[in-house]
């Protein structure tokens, strides 16, 4: 049986990409949402604890008036391209994944444009 995701009714989508544990859709309006596990903070909430599940869709909020055009997913860190070509990245860091020359993880970030 089909699902519809309630929490994205009526919000036309353009891209759904999903990492490891985790879900990101992005809107035609250039908003990317998230949801499923959150323990790296790989769904730009903020919020990096063990048992951080969200559950349905989120905007990332920390991204909010950045109109986005590309958003994707890795095990556990999401990359996400701006209109105006700039890079953001975040969540896990471990392996130097989101490019940024340490290994620190981290909360959307402006990367490189």
């Keep these: ?5 309630a929490a ?3 919000v036309p989508l353009v891209q759904v990409t999903a990492g490891g544990a985790h879900t990101l859709a992005l809107s035609v309006s250039g908003t990317v949402f998230g949801w499923g596990q959150n323990d790296a903070g790989q769904l730009g909430l903020g919020d990096m604890t063990e048992t951080s599940v969200v559950p349905s869709p989120t905007p990332v909020a920390a991204l909010s008036g950045v109109p986005l055009v590309q958003v994707t997913a890795g ?3 999401t990359l996400a391209l701006s209109v105006s070509g700039t890079v953001f990245g975040w969540g896990q860091n471990d392996a ?4 940024l020359g340490d290994m620190t993880g981290i909360r959307p970030v402006g990367m490189f444009s």
């Design 1 to 5: 049986m089909d699902k519809h995701l």
């Design 75 to 77: 095990g556990a860190h």
């Design 8 to 10: 994205l009714s009526g």
């Design 96 to 99: 130097g994944q989101l490019g």
